[in-house]
């Protein structure tokens, strides 16, 4: 049976995300962000195309790094204001059953001990939806906002990174066996203080001694999302992604980036298919080939170029507006993200070139075309890369999103690549087609925990 495509719908908790610019277009609606009405509408919209999770992203700090001022973030609203993506999904969970939600959150700036409660808070209120996309932080302006000259060194955060990730699993995973909780009002027992442990640690990074605050939610330790693709960011995948989010721009080197995150699972002890590969994307569909061009014409008229490379300047911290349109650009290693820098290090880039690349204000690969093209580019793209799934960026909003699902979903239907409905279960059951929500056995979180055992006979006691 031929894979189907897993599928999450990309956005972020402000008004610019990817596809820059496009919040003039007179039928966007980006500008309503603020709104709990955009936010369950859009989840709304997103189960009725069976669409697997919504990846929330989000960003800490600001793009100051493209004439090294704000003017141009500000003025295009490149993802800034930037409101908080958790607080969202409350309000989304409760007018959906299916939906999961992918949220972005930095680790250098949120202590453990309490984001660990948060995620189970939200766990227990999505009935099991939930995933975490980790990230590390890449900006000196989030640096210096948080009371840092700069940020920590690339490797080195992924080393601080290692160990909040055993803070956590010994918090999610290791802190309430499963049976602690017994809610026996006869006995007046609520939990066993037996079956809960305190969790010491006492590392480098971290220093946490005390109990996790929330007892165990459906999946423990959410879905465990993933984007670095350097080589110390391989070596995280592959000790604890669930998921991983590439970047692609040919179907060459993402065949060769899925591979290597394969062979790091692998390396690391685990199952290579068990983890799943996602590659953000951009479509622009409509009933005919000619109105799809059309309306990729239309999009074009209100994106921003220079917005997209503002955006880009930080990805890389380089300052493109040094350049003259055709002077080559000085490739310089530097602390931001590798995979961005590694981009302008393997080819000979000018700013002329980065302005035709984000002519529709974002760099991601863009399909356009009827809803059979699209639907057999995709399935080319999944059968030629070993992807599993997309991240659907928005172009304008909700049309981009509702188009991709009245016409791009039911061809895929019809070639048996896409979902007729959804499974019952946790994020984690739906996406692995499993049986069971939490961490696999061959996964490093699962060696936390805290293991069920037998009630004691006669009255339940203190230990």
Known sequence: MAKQILLNAF????????????????RDTSTQYKTLDYWTDLARLLERGLFDGLFIADIIGTYDVYGQSLDVTLKESIQLPVNDPLLLVSAMAAVTRHLGFGLTANLTYEAPYLFARRLSTLDHLSNGRVGWNIVTGYLDSAARAMGLEQQPEHDRRYDQADEYLQVLYKLLEGSWADDAVVADRAQRVYARPDRVRKVEHHGEFYKVEGYHLCEPSPQRTPVLFQAGSSARGLAFAGNHAECVFISGQEKAATRAQVDKVRAAAQAAGRDPQAVKVFMGITVIVAATEDQAHALHAEYLHYASAEAGVAHFASSTGIDFSRYELDEPIGFAKGNAIQSATRQLQDSAWTRRRLLEQHALGGRYVTLVGDPGQVAEQLIGWLDDTGLD???????????????FIDLVVPELQRRGRYKTGYAEGTLREK???SDHPHLPADHPGSSYRNTPTPAPTGALHHA
């Open 431 to 433: 996406l692995f087609a």
């Open 11 to 26: 956005n972020m908790n402000c008004i610019g995300h990817i596809n820059h610019g496009l919040w003039t277009h007179p």
């Open 389 to 403: 799934g997309f991240n659907l960026t928005r172009t304008v909003t909700p049309e981009s999103f509702e188009a």
